[in-house]
């Protein structure tokens, strides 16, 4: 069955829309959404290329497809279809398109096209029992193949984004690291010439106030 469905622009993971009673008898509903918005952040990252991908995680797996710089995603059992999970998403992006492919690149808030729930709950309903004739049809039809779609785990997945920003941080860390160091190393320079030519520096300044006063008396 289908679980989830979110929607959301691929060049900064702004989230469009999404199936409003989606998740309402699925246990850690939250748990899979904070994925899916991780697995947006990543995607406006460019660090997943495929156009077309399903991801593994835990008894369910992630479908989406990307068009357009919109990325439509859908979280069914492992058991549903991979193909009925991917003629799903396609009659979504027809549709959004359709209704609101002027309007995905202006779109500033999160959920500007919330009311497209409408379409997704219809959708859905169409898609919930594989074994109506519909279904049947559309898993029979063989101009509609998905077997060269990767599947992958979410924890590869997701794991690049975090290996990601475990390296910008140390590097941030290393350069700020580095920062304080040469300014150490500067004031240690400093405070070392110092050591070195402050007793000279008295020694002509003694010299020099002892002629200053021989100079004054005679």
């Known amino acids: 069955m289908v679980k989830l469905t979110m929607i959301a622009r691929v060049t900064d993971g702004l989230p469009l829309a999404e199936g409003l009673d989606d998740g309402r008898d699925l246990r850690d509903a939250e748990f899979y959404k904070q994925q899916v918005k991780a697995l947006f952040k990543n995607l406006s990252r460019g660090q997943n290329e495929a156009s077309r991908m399903s991801i593994e995680t835990g008894?369910?797996?992630f479908h989406y497809i990307i068009e357009g710089r919109v990325c439509y995603l859908t979280m069914c059992d492992r058991a549903y279809p991979k193909?009925?999970?991917?003629?799903y998403l396609e009659e979504l992006r027809n549709e959004f398109e359709r209704v609101n492919g002027s309007q995905i690149e202006t779109a500033?808030?999160?959920?500007?096209?919330?009311?497209?729930?409408?379409?997704?709950?219809?959708?859905k309903k169409l898609y919930q029992d594989t074994h109506t004739q519909r279904n049947i049809a559309k898993?029979?039809?063989e101009l509609y193949e998905v077997h060269q779609i990767m599947t992958r785990?979410?924890?590869e997945v997701l794991g690049v984004g975090e290996q990601l920003d475990q390296v910008s941080q140390m590097s941030s860390r290393l350069s700020s690291e580095s920062r304080i160091y040469a300014d150490k190393a500067r004031d240690l320079n400093r405070q070392a010439l110092i050591?070195?030519?402050?007793?000279?520096?008295?020694v002509f300044g003694v010299v020099f106030l002892l002629f200053w006063v021989k100079s004054k008396l005679w």
């Open 59 to 61: 008894p369910y797996v």
């Open 83 to 87: 193909k009925l999970a991917f003629q």
């Open 108 to 123: 500033a808030r999160p959920y500007a096209f919330i009311k497209f729930d409408t379409f997704i709950q219809k959708t």
């Open 139 to 141: 898993l029979n039809d």
């Open 153 to 155: 785990n979410v924890q």
């Open 195 to 202: 050591r070195k030519w402050a007793p000279v520096a008295i």
